[in-house]
Structure formats: structure tokens, C-alpha cells
């Protein structure tokens, strides 16, 4: 018992102390956690690992009527996770499916996600695979409030646009409203767009690469904000990769721009052409930094 004792408490400690800025960044370099990064892996849990995630659902999972400092520290440990860094690479550890369903349908029954959301609401959100429509609402909500949704700082709408989209067809509901707010020039813009995508608003694609040709347009050589936005609308693209393929111009002409000098080549996007193309690396033969891999990822 006093063992269990510890572990519960080590479990809950870190749910309080874990660094978000760290554990649990927006992949991408934005506001964007949609896709997550095309070539993250995760690592397997140790015997100690599955006990805390074991804990920490578990936790949620009482019958208890009200919110208390123990579900708190179990809600932010599940929405940053915990990172292992290996021969210099951190890497996410490995959590199934099925202990995020639990701890979403534990949050539904006990109404954990009442009142104010915050970022780690919205990312452990992010972290069920198949949401239940109590989630799914509670990020639309956030996502479409009128109002700035500030959380750490920042506004977290952008964030819950990436993650409704990220639910795919669940968003379907809020297709309409998202296509009508597509714009290339803020996050809640391309955040929208993924959204329109995901929930296969019909003519998204064509939106999409229309937003693209007018970031092009903007100037030479491309800014990082304006390669932040481009990215954003790219990453849509993949929520319905078969009828995206041909819609892939633009990427094409991005990465034959001319760059900033202090902005790396994007590599990224040898990444999401592969993915869209079904890995067809004739895709990306004409750029020399897709093939070399010596050169560093943007």
C-alpha cells in the first residue's frame, strides 16, 4: 500500500510539474498540432511508464462528484505525455488507444472538461483517437468562440481548429463555418481550412490552393510567417490525401522559391508531397535537399 502510495503521488507530480514547453510542444514550429510530426516514433513504455498512465486513468476514472488537485495533476499528465530522449533524439513514449478512450469517456461521465478550457484540456483532446461528441463539442466551442481564448499568453484557437481537424469526419458539422473563415494570412485561417478539409467540405481543395498562389504572391523571397501559414494550408491537404493529389501545384512552386537567408530549405514539404503521392519519390527528385540528407530540416 505505501508503494502504491508513492506512485500515486510521483504520478500526480509530474502531472503538475512537466514542463509543456518541452514535453508537449506544437510540432511544426506553429500553432498547429493537426498532424504532429510525419516522422515521430514513438518509444515502448517501461513497466514504471505504464503504471503512471495506469494511475493517472485510473484517477479519472473514480466516482468522485467533484474536480479535485488529484484530477488535475492526472489530466496534465495525459495531455503532455511523457518524452524519452535516446542517443540525442526525444522521442513521445507509446500510449494505446484504448487508455484515451477511457479517460475520455471518464471525462464525460464525470463533466471533467466544465468550465474554463485550457491548453492541456485541449491537449489531451487532441490525444483521443475516436472522441466522444461531449469532446468534439468542447473543441468546436473553443475553437469558434468570437472572443481571444487566452491561455499561457496565447490564444488557443488556432489549437483547437489543428485538433478539431484532426478529428476528421466528426467535424463535419462545423464544415460549413469553416470553409466560410479559410483565409492564408492568420492561423485561424489555415486552421479553418484543415478543418474544411477534414470534414470533406467539397470545395476546400480548390480554396486551398488558392490561399497557396496568394502567399506566393505576396513577396520574394518568402517570409517565416508567410512559410508558417503555406505549411499550415499543406498539412490540410493530407486530411484527404487521394483527392489532394491534385492540388499539389503550388507546394511545387513554393519549394522552388527563394528563401530568406536565414530560412532553411523546407523539407517538410518532401515530406508531405511523399505522403500525399503515396511515396513516390519521383515527386521531389527535382529538389537536391528532399534527397540529401545531410541537409538540415527546416
Not at 9 to 31: C, E, F, H, Q
Not at 45 to 50: M, Y
Not at 158 to 175: D, M, N, V, W
Request: glycine content about 4%.
Amino acid at each position: 500500500m505505501k508503494k502504491l502510495f508513492i506512485t500515486l503521488i510521483k504520478t500526480i507530480i509530474i502531472g503538475y510539474l512537466i514542463n509543456d514547453n518541452v514535453s508537449a510542444k506544437p510540432k511544426w514550429d506553429s500553432d498547429s498540432l493537426f498532424l504532429g510530426h510525419l516522422d515521430r516514433v514513438c518509444v515502448k513504455k517501461t513497466p514504471s511508464e505504464e503504471h503512471q498512465y495506469e494511475l493517472a486513468v485510473q484517477i479519472l476514472e473514480s466516482n468522485a462528484s467533484t474536480l479535485s488537485w488529484l484530477d488535475i495533476g492526472a489530466l496534465k499528465f495525459l495531455a503532455s505525455g511523457t518524452y524519452r530522449k535516446t542517443d540525442g533524439v526525444t522521442q513521445p513514449v507509446c500510449v494505446s488507444d484504448n487508455l484515451y478512450q477511457r479517460a475520455a469517456l471518464a471525462i464525460e461521465n464525470r463533466d471533467l472538461f466544465s468550465g474554463r478550457i485550457e491548453e492541456h484540456h485541449l491537449k489531451l483532446a487532441s490525444k483521443v483517437s475516436n472522441p466522444p461528441v461531449y469532446i468534439v463539442e468542447i473543441v468546436a466551442n473553443v475553437a469558434f468562440n468570437p472572443k481571444v481564448q487566452l491561455n499561457n499568453g496565447k490564444d488557443t484557437r488556432p489549437l483547437a481548429r489543428s485538433i478539431l481537424a484532426s478529428f476528421g469526419t466528426k467535424s463535419k458539422e462545423y464544415s460549413d463555418i469553416s470553409f466560410n473563415e479559410m483565409s492564408a494570412f492568420d492561423p485561424l485561417g489555415t486552421g479553418a481550412a484543415q478543418i474544411a478539409v477534414a470534414s470533406r467540405h467539397p470545395k476546400a481543395l480548390s480554396r486551398i490552393q488558392e490561399l497557396m498562389y496568394e502567399i506566393l504572391e505576396t513577396s520574394k523571397p518568402i517570409n517565416k510567417q508567410e512559410r508558417m501559414r503555406f505549411y499550415e494550408l499543406a498539412y490540410a491537404l493530407l486530411a484527404d490525401k487521394e483527392s489532394a493529389k491534385k492540388y499539389t501545384a503550388p507546394i511545387h512552386d513554393f519549394m522552388a522559391r527563394d528563401f530568406a537567408a536565414w530560412i532553411l530549405p523546407p523539407k517538410d514539404m518532401c515530406r508531405v508531397l511523399l505522403k500525399i503521392h503515396d511515396m513516390d519519390i519521383s515527386v521531389i527528385s527535382e529538389f537536391d535537399y528532399c534527397i540529401n540528407s545531410k541537409s538540415k530540416k527546416s
